[in-house]
C-alpha cells in the first residue's frame, strides 16, 4: 500500500527527499540528454513545492522556462505541451528502469501540476484526533495504472498540511542569477561555439642570438617569423576555461575554435561566446549603445547614447604600470545572427579576465542582477566594467553603466 500526494508534502523530510529524487531523474538516461525537459521537470516541481502550483500553466511555462514574451501567440505555446508529453514518456521511461527507490513523480494528463507517490511505511499509525475523520476510498489494486500505487484517503485537516507548506517556501532552491544568465545558450542538440582571440605574435629564428634584447639593438625583418592561431591571453583562456565549465555543469556540449577561424556561418549555426576584442564582436556590437573600438593602437568602449562618454587606457602605457581597465559584456538574444550571443572584451588581457570573473562569480553577479529589472533574464544586456588590475591579474570589479533591452 501506498499514500498519493496531490497537494505539498507535509515534513520537510519528505519535501528534501522529492528534490533529492529530482536530481536523480533529471541526472537519468531519460533525462540527462535534453536541458528543455529537465528545465520543464525542475519547474513544475519546485513551483509546486514551493506552494505555487496554481500558477503552473502553459502561460507562465512558456515565459519562466522557454523565456517567450509575456505576449506569445497560442502557437509558441506549442512548446509547452509538446515538452510536457515528453516528460510523462521520460518519466516512464526512468521509472521502468527502476529508478523507482519508493517515490515517483507523476505528471497527469491534461495538467502540469506533478503529484508525488510515497511508498508506504510499515508501522502502526498514529491515533487520529478525535476531531478529525480519516475518509478512505477503497480501489482495486489490478485496476491501477501503477501497480503499487493506491490512494488511501484525503485527510480533512489538508489545510493544515498546505500551510505548513506555505511555510516552508523560504527554503526552496530557485534559479540563480547565472542560471538564468546560461539559460538562452542551453540547446542539448547544438554545441555551443566559444571563440578565443589569438593574436598574431612575431617569434625570432634565433632566439638565443638576439635574447635578450640589449638596448638600440634592431632586429632584421628576415629574423622575424609571423606566428598565428597558437597564443591566446590569459582573459580568453580563463574564459574558455570558466564557460566551458558553467556549460558543462549544464549538461551543454561545447566547441572551442580561434577567433580567425571562424566564419559568420558558423555564429549562425549555434549560440555563441565570443571572447576579446574579435572582429566578429566589433562588427555585431556595431548598433548597440556601447562599442568597443580599436584604431590607431588605442582601444576604447564608447557610449553611443552619451556624447563624448568613454571609457579608455593610455595607449604606450600597457601592461607595465597600467593599474585600471574597462571591460564590456554584452548578452545580445536577438543578434544579426539569429542566435543568442555573449561577447566579453576587454581593453587588455586582464580586463577581459576581470569579466569573465564577474560572469562567473555567483553572490557578484547575484547582486548586479537585483538592479536590473525582473524580467532581464529574457532581454539583451551590456554591462560596462571597471577593474582595478595588480600585476598580471584583476582586483576589484564595479559596475560603471549597463542597459536592458
Not at 87 to 102: E, P
Not at 104 to 112: K, V
Not at 198 to 213: I, N, Y
Not at 314 to 323: E, G, I, K, N, V
Request: proline share 7%.
Amino acid at each position: 500500500m501506498s499514500v498519493l500526494h496531490t497537494s505539498l508534502p507535509h515534513t520537510e523530510q519528505e519535501r528534501l527527499r522529492i528534490l533529492s529524487h529530482l536530481d536523480e531523474l533529471l541526472e537519468s538516461p531519460a533525462f540527462s540528454g535534453s536541458s528543455r525537459r529537465q528545465a520543464f521537470l525542475r519547474y513544475v516541481v519546485e513551483e509546486s513545492l514551493a506552494g505555487r502550483g496554481d500558477a503552473i500553466k502553459e502561460r507562465n511555462l512558456a515565459v519562466d522556462v522557454f523565456q517567450r514574451d509575456s505576449d506569445f501567440d497560442a502557437q509558441s505555446a506549442s512548446i509547452v505541451r509538446v515538452t510536457g508529453g515528453e516528460v510523462r514518456k521520460r518519466l516512464a521511461q526512468a521509472y521502468a528502469s527502476g529508478l523507482d527507490h519508493g517515490l515517483r513523480i507523476e505528471l497527469p494528463l491534461g495538467s502540469y501540476h506533478p503529484v508525488f507517490h510515497f511508498a508506504a511505511v510499515d508501522s502502526a499509525p498514529a491515533p487520529a484526533p478525535a476531531t478529525v475523520q480519516e475518509v478512505v476510498t477503497p480501489v482495486e489494486t489490478p485496476k491501477r495504472r501503477r501497480p503499487g500505487l493506491v490512494i488511501t484517503g484525503v485527510l480533512a485537516a489538508v489545510g493544515v498540511i498546505v500551510a505548513g507548506g506555505w511555510a516552508m517556501r523560504s527554503a526552496m532552491h530557485v534559479p540563480s542569477a547565472v542560471d538564468r544568465l546560461w539559460q538562452p545558450f542551453l540547446e542539448p542538440e547544438t554545441p555551443v561555439l566559444i571563440s578565443l582571440v589569438s593574436p598574431t605574435v612575431l617569434d625570432l629564428h634565433h632566439r638565443s642570438k638576439w635574447m635578450p634584447l640589449k638596448p638600440g639593438t634592431s632586429i632584421p625583418a628576415e629574423e622575424l617569423i609571423p606566428v598565428e592561431m597558437s597564443y591566446v591571453g590569459t582573459g580568453g583562456a580563463l574564459g574558455a576555461a570558466r564557460f566551458a565549465e558553467q556549460l558543462a555543469l549544464r549538461h551543454q556540449s561545447f566547441q572551442l575554435k580561434f577567433g580567425t577561424d571562424v566564419a559568420f556561418a558558423d555564429l549562425k549555426r549555434a549560440p555563441s561566446i565570443l571572447l576579446g576584442p574579435s572582429r566578429w564582436m566589433q562588427e555585431l556590437m556595431r548598433t548597440l549603445r556601447f562599442r568597443l573600438e580599436i584604431a590607431n593602437g588605442r582601444r576604447v568602449i564608447l557610449d553611443s547614447e552619451q556624447a563624448g562618454r568613454e571609457w579608455s587606457i593610455p595607449p604606450l602605457d600597457w601592461p607595465s604600470t597600467q593599474t585600471d581597465g574597462y571591460c564590456l559584456v554584452t548578452r545580445w538574444l536577438n543578434s544579426e545572427t539569429g542566435r543568442p550571443v555573449l561577447t566579453v572584451a576587454g581593453l587588455d588581457p586582464r580586463d577581459t579576465q576581470a569579466g569573465v570573473e564577474f560572469l562567473s562569480n555567483t553572490p557578484m553577479f547575484e547582486t548586479f542582477a537585483r538592479t536590473m529589472p525582473a524580467e532581464w533574464p529574457r532581454k539583451s544586456f551590456q554591462v560596462v566594467l571597471h577593474n582595478t588590475i595588480h600585476g598580471s591579474s584583476p582586483g576589484s570589479i564595479s559596475v560603471v553603466a549597463w542597459k536592458v533591452w
